[in-house]
């Protein structure tokens, strides 16, 4: 069992920049494959960004030079730094684990992201 516990939600201004994190508990962290998802009202949840246990990084294109996944394995944390933000990146954004020895997959409850219009 994982545990995720995301922050750093909350309301920013077009064009500010938030930074999101996520404690993970219960499994050996430098393992798990850590991804950020969205997901806006109305909306499907959306894989935004994803690092490898060896700091691999994949971004989606809409976020492409604006946001950064990263991961510090001995806080246990994986980090969203996000600039630039625009109303379209509103959403709840819940952070991932997977670990692909067994197979085992995990959310965190969410945070919020709002960036009025």
């Known amino acids: 069992q994982v545990e995720l516990a995301e922050s750093g939600g909350g309301l920013v201004q077009p064009g500010g920049s938030l930074r999101l994190s996520c404690v993970a508990s219960g499994d050996n962290f430098r393992h798990l494959v850590m991804a950020w998802y969205r997901q806006a009202p109305g909306k499907q949840r959306e894989l935004v960004a994803r690092i490898t246990s060896t700091g691999t990084t994949d971004i989606v294109d809409s976020v492409k030079g604006r946001f950064t996944i990263s991961r510090d394995n001995a806080a246990s944390t994986v980090y969203l730094q996000m600039n630039s933000l625009s109303p379209e990146d509103t959403a709840v954004y819940y952070c991932?684990?997977?670990?692909?020895?067994?197979?085992?997959?995990?959310w965190g409850e969410g945070t919020l992201v709002t960036v009025p219009s």
């Open positions: 991932n684990s997977l670990n692909f020895a067994n197979g085992m997959n995990y």
